[in-house]
């Protein structure tokens, strides 16, 4: 599949699943943006955009990108966890990954806390 068919499929899968896309485009790639929840992301780049309006105060981009790229190394945890508990049969080493998986989600709750009192 070509590349310029990848992206509108991903567009077209983000419409699908609820998200709204924006007249503003990517100043990296120009593709339309999407709002995703809250957040705005270029389907193409794959990566979430601040956008911010003539005037308005400039957001802490290096706390924003410091916090998604925790967020990105968490979810990526869980999911390997996850991966081993499905063939894992020691009771020991199942309560140690149950323990590691508790720790991800308390890390993820946290991480959503501080990202919606940032500015």
């Not at 705005?40 to 780049?45: A, E, F, L």
């Not at 911010?52 to 706390?63: A, F, H, N, S």
């Not at 081993?84 to 140690?96: F, M, S």
Request: charge should be neutral; include cysteine; glycine fraction near 4%.
């Amino acid at each position: 599949m070509s590349d310029e068919k990848r992206q509108l499929k991903r567009m077209a899968d983000l419409l699908k699943s609820g998200a709204t896309m924006l007249s503003d485009h990517c100043p990296e790639c120009s593709s339309p943006l999407f709002k995703i929840h809250d957040e705005v992301w270029c389907p193409n780049c794959n990566k979430r955009v601040i956008i911010v309006k003539e005037g308005e105060p400039i957001p802490d981009l290096v706390g924003l990108t410091l916090l998604d790229d925790v967020k990105r190394i968490v979810l990526a945890k869980l999911q390997e966890n996850t991966q081993q508990i499905k063939n894992e049969r020691d009771p020991a080493k199942l309560q140690e990954l149950g323990n590691l998986i508790s720790t991800w989600l308390e890390v993820l709750e946290r991480l959503k806390r501080i990202q919606k009192t940032s500015p």
